[in-house]
């Protein structure tokens, strides 16, 4: 996949974005026994409220609440650029005209105009309070111009630059961005304090980006060897995730047995593993320590699912 054809992010210096999430929020309540240092109540266990994409008739991708089950939010259209947002109740997407549509309910609407489109990789991503939405504008340069514009479509400004410009993940506390480049060639990460967009050390090939730690300094990524195919850039329904630091290129050990499907970071700093079993899959969730907090059986229905969101 040649990068020249992919959008990508470009960063104004001066330009300063609220932080939407406060780093390291608790979840309010907890049936375990685990504390923090400080004596603070331990985050609430996971419902197992998520979002899945079938690559089935029609590509549905769908919310999961236990006791009501699969509703359809939507469908995932040809371009394959698409994202849902944390709160497990908005898509969006971008169609091979470059327009950004968001759908809430029954309701869609046409939000932005001049994405980047027709390569499949080059996703949007939504902010951690699901209130804005990231997209790439279409560029023939390495790096590209990244756009933030609200959920209903105002406030569209330019946010950075970067050539991380495939499968972009926003970090909890709302200050980073991250994606692998179109020629798979490693991952960049976006400052929107600094305006500065580097290459993360440790991280050679990839193909996929599915989470960023609540800083933004680890990064969820499918690291790929030399000889391993680059893929066409769709999202993925299951992969072997590595955790690297982007600061200092070590890989963060993943202390869950059994095939791993893929691993999402929580905005309080948890770690939830997705684990491949035959009945059913599995969340394993560790806090920052790698200490098991936690195990949750998926829904039968989702075994073969791509996870595209954990919601709570």
């Given amino acids: 996949m040649n990068s020249r054809i992919l959008p990508g992010l470009a960063l104004a210096a001066a330009l300063t974005i609220p932080a939407v999430v406060t780093p390291g929020a608790a979840l309010a309540g907890t049936t375990s026994a685990h504390t923090s240092a400080a004596g603070a109540a331990a985050p609430k266990p996971l419902a197992g409220v998520a979002v899945y994409l079938s690559y089935g008739k029609g590509y549905p991708i769908s919310r999961y609440e236990p006791g009501r089950g699969f ?13 849902a947002s944390p709160d497990g109740e908005k898509l969006a997407w971008i169609t091979m005209d470059g327009r950004v549509h968001v759908k809430a309910g029954r309701s869609a609407k046409v939000v932005a105009k001049g994405a980047g489109a027709g390569a499949p990789c080059a996703t949007p991503v939504w902010s951690p309070d699901s209130a804005h939405v990231a997209y790439l504008g279409r560029s023939n340069a390495d790096a590209s ?74 990064v969820v990524v499918h690291a790929l060897s030399p ?12 992969f072997n995730p590595t ?38 899959n599995t969340w394993v969730v560790l806090d920052s320590a790698g200490r098991e907090l936690q195990r949750l059986a998926e829904p039968a229905q989702a075994r073969r699912l791509g996870l595209l969101q954990i919601v709570r």
């Fill in 71 to 83: 509703t359809k939010l939507g469908g995932a259209p040809d371009t394959f650029q698409f994202a």
């Fill in 145 to 218: 111009p990244l756009m933030i514009a609200r959920a209903d479509g105002t406030g569209a400004r330019k946010a950075g630059k970067t050539r991380g410009v495939c499968h972009l993940a926003w970090s909890g506390d709302g200050w980073r961005l991250a994606g692998y480049a179109g020629t798979t060639e490693g991952v960049y990460t976006l400052d929107l304090k600094s305006g500065r967009s580097v290459r993360a050390k440790g991280v050679k090939l990839a193909n996929h980006v599915q989470s960023l730690s609540p800083d933004g300094r680890k």
């Fill in 227 to 238: 000889a391993a195919p680059g893929g066409d850039g769709v999202w993925p329904t299951a």
């Fill in 243 to 280: 955790i690297v630091d982007t600061v200092t290129g070590k890989r963060v050990p993943i202390p869950v047995k059994g095939t791993k499907l893929g691993a999402f970071y929580l905005e309080d700093g948890r770690l939830v593993v997705r684990v491949a079993g035959r009945a059913h």
